[in-house]
């Protein structure tokens, strides 16, 4: 059974500094792209970043270009997103997501990310 | 930059079927376009109900069905029931890579 299992969200202020990880199992996690997807209070899916199975590739939003870094231990089966400078606009939950051809085939719960002074 | 559209709400009769589509700003959305389902219940990570066009995911009950209807994509659901009371969010490719959300329709079964 497929496990994404997030964690590291919390209250930070702006300006500031979180690293979330994701906790994989259930399938060959260095095969698969991927992803950070994002939900803020009350909005719609926004698709944050992605990385390859390998690590080779990285994709960004535009809006966290720069300030976020997504990353992963395959060893460890896990996923990463560092996220620096924080503004009230990246609070949101946070969604470790899996890809698979032409889709987002599994989601983790969430964590959710509070940003404010 | 490409927009993918999407009702905000609708409204079903428990039993009834419904429709619910999805389109693009500029274009009409094709199967090359690899439209996907997602619903969302209140307070729950979203669950993949349908990819490329019409196939159903895992566990996904027959009830639930995609296709391209005229220059959208749709998802429609047969026998409409109260726990399908979510949102939904389609997602579409819309070239060089990029894949984009539509901005969710709030099903009300009622």
């Known amino acids: 059974e497929v496990q994404l299992v997030e964690s590291g969200g919390g209250l930070v202020q702006p300006g500031g500094s979180l690293r979330l990880s994701c906790a994989a199992s259930?399938?060959?996690?260095?095969?698969?792209?991927m992803n950070w997807i994002r939900q803020a209070p009350g909005k719609g899916l926004e698709w944050v970043a992605k990385?390859?199975?390998?690590?080779?590739?990285?994709y960004y939003v535009d809006s966290v270009r720069g300030r976020f870094t997504i990353s992963r231990d395959n060893a460890k089966n896990s996923l990463y997103l560092q996220m620096n400078s924080l503004r009230a606009e990246d609070a949101a939950v946070y969604y470790c997501?899996?890809?698979?051809?032409?889709?987002?085939?599994?989601w983790g719960q969430g964590t959710l990310v509070t940003v404010s002074a | 930059q490409t927009v993918v559209t999407q009702k905000p709400s609708f409204s079903v009769s428990p039993g009834g079927t419904l429709t619910l589509t999805c389109g693009l700003s500029s274009g009409s959305v094709s199967t090359t376009n690899y439209p996907s389902w997602y619903q969302q219940t209140p307070g729950q990570a979203p669950r993949t109900l349908i990819y490329?066009?019409?196939t159903r995911s895992s566990g996904v009950p027959d009830r639930f069905s995609g296709s391209i209807l005229g220059n959208e994509a749709a998802l429609t659901i047969t026998g409409a029931q109260a726990d399908d009371e979510s949102d939904y969010y389609c997602l579409l490719y819309v070239g060089y890579g990029n894949w984009v959300f539509g901005g969710g329709t709030k099903l009300t079964v009622l």
């Open positions: 990385i390859k199975g390998d690590g080779s590739e990285k």
């Open positions: 997501v899996k890809w698979r051809e032409a889709c987002f085939d599994y």
């Open positions: 259930g399938f060959t996690f260095s095969s698969y792209w």
């Open positions: 490329t066009t019409n």
